[in-house]
Every structure is written in C-alpha cells, then in structure tokens.
C-alpha cells in the first residue's frame, strides 16, 4: 500500500530536486527536442483547410512526419519517467510490471506482432497510424488537465505533456496529407477516426489519478513507439521495399 505519509514528507525534497533539474540539466535534455522543432509540420492555413503541405514533396513530407513522431516518443519517454521518479511509488512500479497493464488501444484493429507488421500494406500502415494519432488527442487534453491538479507537479512535466500535445495535432495533420498524396484518399480529413481511448473522471482525487495517469502515460509511451515504427517501415519501403525488417 502507498504510505501517504512519506509521499507528503519527501514533497519538498523532490521539488527542490526538480526546481533544479529545471534549469540546465533540463534544457541539455530537451536540445534535440528543439532542433527537432526547426522542420514544421503545420499544414493548416487560417481557414483550417489543411493545404500547407499540399506543396511539399512526398518524401520530404514523410520525413517531416517520421521526425515529429521520434519527437513524440522521445518525450513520451521521458514523461513517463519523470511521472513514475515523482509519483509512483517503487511497489506500485513493482506491482505493474509484474501483473502487466492493458492499454484501450489494444482493442483497435492494427496489427501487434512484427511478423503481422511486415505482412500489412502502405494504405493500412499509414491509416494504422492516423488511428492510433486521433485516438490519442482527447486523452492527452485530459492528462494536461489532471496534472495541473498535482500540487507538486514540475513545469518541466507539464510542458512536455502539452508540447506532445500540440505535436500530435500537427502530426495528424501530416499523416492525413500524407494519405492523399500516396493513397489519393482526397476526401479524408482529420477526425477520421472518432473513436477515443476512454471517458475519465475529471472529479477523482489525486492519489486516485496517480495510477490512471501512470498507465495512461505508459500506454502513450508504447503507442507512440507503434507510430515511429510504423512511419519508418513506410519510409524503407519506398527505398528498398524488399530489405525492410523489424527489430
């Protein structure tokens, strides 16, 4: 069981800890993020029609939607784990491993072995993705939400949830554009996929949340890994479409 006790008792300790960790160690950390910023993928102009990239090459475009997903995930990485250093307790950390987790994408139908991955086609590779990208929006507006909430929650954390945020709206915007230029889809738009992860509870107290939020940072995590595999795969098969495998 969590003892409240010492959670409140190491509060200062962990936010003067972090309050440094802000400063120059985090920003070392979040420099390839930064570079990884300087290639835009914001296709929609101020009508929102989303006709930016509709000038862009379609291999130049590929890449700038595999560098936004490796950015997602690499700050999905480290959110998952500042998340479980600050809140989650090493037996529930214990727990979880042991007992596993099920994530609500499992329920979607994309492909989970490599062998599966492999087999599928480009068209289904890529709407894979879009899923996976839409289905993921909604719940990340909950976890900026609920972490606000957190008494002790670093800005570090906070930034990284609403930078992945906004980086995956730009994302699903690639991938839709993405979609007409290789499978001359012209009708898709984004919020194709209305399908959520889950309804939450806005209104549960933090020590309640902390588990919830855990599994849903680490299923994220694991869904975000699905996307950049996914892109890659894509992006080898345009090249040298018989010598792609995963590893």
């Given at each position: 069981?969590v ?7 190491t509060?200062?300790?962990?936010q003067?800890?972090y ?9 070392a950390l979040?420099?390839?993020c930064?570079?990884?910023l300087g ?6 102009d101020e ?5 930016r990239?509709?000038s ?18 690499r ?12 809140f989650v ?5 214990s ?16 492909p989970g ?7 599928i086609s480009?068209?289904w590779l890529?709407?894979?993705v879009?899923m ?18 957190y008494d ?5 954390l906070?930034n990284?949830?609403?930078l992945?945020s906004?980086k995956l709206?730009?994302?699903e ?8 230029k ?7 738009t ?6 959520g ?12 949340s ?7 940072l680490?299923?994220f ?8 595999t996914?892109?890659k795969?894509?992006?080898?098969r345009?090249?040298?479409k018989?010598s792609c495998?995963l590893y």
């Open positions: 069981m003892n409240i006790g010492q959670i409140h008792q509060k200062s300790l962990k003067f800890v309050s440094v960790l802000q400063g120059g160690v985090w920003a979040l420099w390839p930064l570079l990884s290639v835009p993928l914001e296709c929609k009508q929102g029609s989303i006709t990239c509709a862009i090459s379609q291999e130049k475009l590929l890449d700038r939607v595999i560098q936004h997903a490796e950015l997602i995930y700050v999905s990485e480290e959110s998952c784990t500042l998340f479980e250093e600050m307790p090493i037996p529930m950390r727990q979880r491993n042991q007992a596993g987790y099920t994530c609500a994408t499992k329920a979607f139908p994309i072995s490599k062998s599966e991955i492999q087999q480009d068209k890529l709407h894979s879009l996976l990208v839409q289905s993921w929006i909604e719940p990340l507006v909950y976890l900026q939400t609920t972490l606000d909430r002790d929650a670093p800005d570090t906070l990284k949830t609403k992945v906004e709206l730009s994302l915007q690639g991938v839709v554009v993405l979609i007409r290789m499978l001359d889809e012209g009708m898709l984004t919020s194709y996929y209305e399908q992860v889950a309804p939450y509870d806005m209104q549960s107290e933090v020590l309640e902390v588990p919830r939020d855990y599994t849903l680490s299923c995590k694991k869904d975000a890994h699905k996307m950049e996914f892109l795969l894509l992006k080898c345009q090249t040298d018989y495998f």
